[in-house]
């Protein structure tokens, strides 16, 4: 990322709002604004979701591994406004077991670039896909947008909810209901 090239952006972006706050070290807005997005918001650019996700041999006859209420945060392409949620993913091991922070890296590798919900999931599911060669993955994702929830309908508290699937949970709809439940919690409902 071209920090420098951001910050005169952010300094244009301000000095076109045509807003000056006295004594608020304004003068300092853009850089930290570049700051914040190549280093915290968009960090993913610089992180590989394949060699974040490392595993160890699978025990014969796993079954299902799944880990639920993995929060992220991303920033929307259309309006780079941010969204947030969590994320519920869910695979049956073949001969790979994943290390169970792993998951979560993938998940912040992948979210913490410009993205659009549907494209984080697919994203993710390829990546345990490519590296753990399991019999299927399901990723479950629910978050608030800000693009609907500030601007445009400005419906808060609305929440959209993608599912991407793979392998067995692809193709066998009774497998892929089952490891749903399993992943929105006990009462089958998305708290």
Known sequence: MDRDAMTRAVQAFVDAIGERFEGDDMEKTAARVAKAW??????????DPDEALTWGDAPARSGVVAVRDIS???????????????AHIAYLPNERLAGLSKIGRVVEAHARRLQIQER????VVATLERRLEPRGVVALFEAEHTCMTLRGCRKEQSRMITVNA???????????REVLELLRGPSGSDR
Do not use: K, M, N
């Open 72 to 86: 992220f945060a991303s920033i929307c392409v259309h309006h780079l406004l941010p969204f947030s949620g969590r």
């Open 38 to 47: 190549s280093e915290d918001l968009l960090a993913g650019y610089s992180e």
């Open 166 to 176: 793979s392998g067995v949970y692809e193709q066998d709809a009774a497998a892929r």
């Open 120 to 123: 984080l999931a697919a994203e």
